[in-house]
């Protein structure tokens, strides 16, 4: 069993920052790309970044500028610095990795349970 959580959502203004974290835990053999989703009301889960275990970053042109992914191998934590923040940007974000749970096993995907990100005044 392999477990993703998200902490770091919750209200923020426009302008202002977030910092969201997932944790990955349980069978773990090797995690390959790590990234964060998101949902708002009513649009399909879009990707907005994704990292390499050796550090290449991926963005959504929306975000580009703004958010940054990192990650943290011996931890198996990935981050996202989320600044700028803009009321489209509101929606839940999930942590999505692509892990190995046991040697000689299949790559499988795995996600967050969500953390809701509101950007208002």
């Known amino acids: 069993q392999v477990q993703l959580v998200e902490s770091g959502g919750g209200l923020v203004q426009p302008g202002g920052s977030l910092r969201l974290s997932c944790a990955a835990s349980?069978?773990?053999?090797?995690?390959?790309?790590m990234g964060w989703y998101r949902q708002a009301p009513g649009k399909q889960r879009e990707l907005v970044a994704a990292?390499?275990?050796?550090?290449?970053?991926n963005y959504a042109d929306s975000v580009k500028g703004r958010f940054t992914i990192s990650r943290d191998n011996a931890k198996n934590t990935v981050y996202l610095q989320m600044n700028s923040l803009k009321p489209e940007d509101t929606a839940v974000y999930y942590c999505?990795?692509?892990?190995?749970?046991?040697?000689?096993?299949?790559?499988?995907?795995?996600w967050g349970q969500g953390t809701q990100v509101t950007v208002s005044s």
């Open positions: 999505n990795a692509g892990v190995r749970p046991a040697y000689g096993s299949s790559w499988s995907d795995y």
């Open positions: 349980g069978s773990i053999y090797r995690i390959n790309a």
């Open positions: 990292i390499t275990p050796g550090g290449s970053t």
